[in-house]
């Protein structure tokens, strides 16, 4: 009878149909008792016991309430070496429950926060980034204090170490992770490869953010911060109309719209950025849906200044940078207008030129260089020059005779365009002559007959 009995407790350990909660409910504060009364190991051993009972029952639950009292006592009795031993082994035995580590590696995961000597908080998060290694059920956990670590190498002014710490994990894979947080931890690695100067990097990790999670109304926090990252990127690499477009993403942000010198701020920048960036297909198309932005008319000043490279007349530099210069410095938000830096009045100045260029590629056909270089307010060996550019840019199509002075504007016809050409003259040729060919014999039979 004993054997069979034996038997039969085994067998309902193995299915999982032996409940331990009453026993843990009664173990667990004994427990406590003992590690109050200096008898932590003993506590321990005995929870030890339960622990592997429970697992072999498959009471997952109560082998969590398990774990995480084993790690508390060691916590509380401040036994540090004891709890890396029980954190490292626990995870290691065999069978255990995804459920049970995940419940321990979460409360080891609060002593961290709440220790305060930096020594011991470092040595438990090595043990807990050891323990949760390549373990999909405790991703999460795992980035979270890898976080945390890199902020205490970024606090100890080791911002290479916390970078390369937190480039380990790729978070934008994580099924359990909500976007929320994904978003806010890409962005913290895009934050410490930008101040690493790390730009190619930082460049790459900022397309695991779909601009798209912007759209949603409690998103708009990150959303900012994403583009003002994005906006010190694209600075770096001197794209103005990137700049400009993230300005515009920020300007349409509800936010910043409710806040009237926030979104004056902003849209003076999109205009700004707008006109330094160089003549495209895109930065065309973005002017002519920032031209029809209502709020525009409120900035007259900005409003004008646009029109001008909206519209296909000569602007003269001189008259221009007296007109608008004043306006055009002064900002309404904390921050300087980017105009205050004299690099960007000269990149202003080119691209007037470069307009003007194109305007007179839209009038002339062919034109003498000095009379072109007079209407650029250039000379004209430099006004030569940034013609050669825009041809180089593909912007306009010209040609120089430099023996004679002459630009030619026209464009060259491919050998599809000659080809039909030269058969549609032949065409109309034979047609003449087939008329013609028939009036004559027309004038011979009436000549004939008369």
């Not at 979270?144 to 380990?168: C, P, S, V």
């Not at 100045?349 to 007079?374: C, D, G, W």
Request: net charge neutral.
């Amino acid at each position: 009878r004993l054997c069979f009995q034996t038997k039969a407790v085994v067998s309902t350990q193995s299915t999982g149909e032996v409940d331990y909660s009453e026993q843990v409910a009664q173990a667990i504060p004994e427990c406590e008792a003992l590690a109050q009364a200096s008898k932590l190991n003993e506590a321990i051993d005995k929870l030890l016991v339960l622990e592997k009972q429970t697992r072999a029952a498959g009471d997952a639950i109560s082998a969590s309430k398990v774990l995480v009292c084993i790690v508390s006592l060691c916590y509380k009795a401040n036994d540090w070496p004891l709890l890396k031993e029980h954190v490292t082994s626990l995870c290691k035995r065999r069978g255990h429950f995804k459920l049970a580590v995940t419940k321990m590696v979460q409360r080891c995961c609060e002593m961290v926060t709440e220790v305060e000597n930096m020594e011991k908080k470092l040595e438990l998060i090595e043990v807990l980034r050891t323990v949760t290694e390549g373990k999909i059920y405790v991703e999460n956990e795992r980035a979270r204090i890898t976080r945390t670590l890199a902020a205490i190498h970024e606090k100890d002014g080791e911002d290479e170490k916390a970078a390369k710490i937190l480039q380990e994990l790729q978070v934008e894979t994580f099924g359990s992770m909500e976007k929320k947080e994904k978003v806010e931890f890409i962005l913290e690695q895009m934050r410490l490869c930008f101040q690493t100067k790390d730009y190619i990097r930082t460049s790459i990790i900022s397309k695991k953010i779909s601009t798209k999670y912007f759209e949603s109304k409690d998103s708009e926090e990150l959303k900012l911060r994403y583009y003002r990252q994005m906006i010190e990127l694209n600075l770096h690499h001197k794209d103005h109309l990137a700049v400009s477009k993230n300005y515009y993403e920020i300007y349409t942000t509800p936010t910043i719209k409710e806040d009237d010198a926030k979104w004056k701020e902003a849209l003076q920048r999109v205009v700004i950025y707008l006109i330094l960036s160089e003549y495209n297909n895109e930065q065309s198309d973005m002017l002519a849906r920032i031209k029809k932005d209502s709020n525009l008319s409120k900035l007259p000043y900005y409003q004008n200044v646009l029109m001008c490279f909206d519209t296909a007349e000569l602007l003269n530099w001189s008259i221009l940078k007296e007109v608008y210069s004043k306006h055009l410095k002064s900002s309404t938000g904390e921050a300087p207008s980017p105009l205050d830096k004299e690099e960007n009045w000269d990149e202003l100045q080119k691209r007037v030129v470069e307009h003007n260029i194109r305007v007179l590629a839209k009038y002339y056909t062919r034109i003498s260089l000095s009379h072109f270089s007079n209407l650029l307010h250039l000379d004209t060996k430099e006004a030569e020059k940034r013609l050669c550019e825009q041809v180089v840019k593909g912007t306009v199509t010209a040609k120089i005779d430099r023996l004679d002075g002459i630009i030619s504007f026209s464009k060259p016809k491919d050998t599809e365009e000659v080809l039909n050409a030269w058969s549609g003259n032949l065409n109309s040729v034979m047609n003449l002559i087939g008329n013609c060919n028939h009036l004559i014999t027309k004038e011979r039979m009436v000549h004939q007959v008369s």
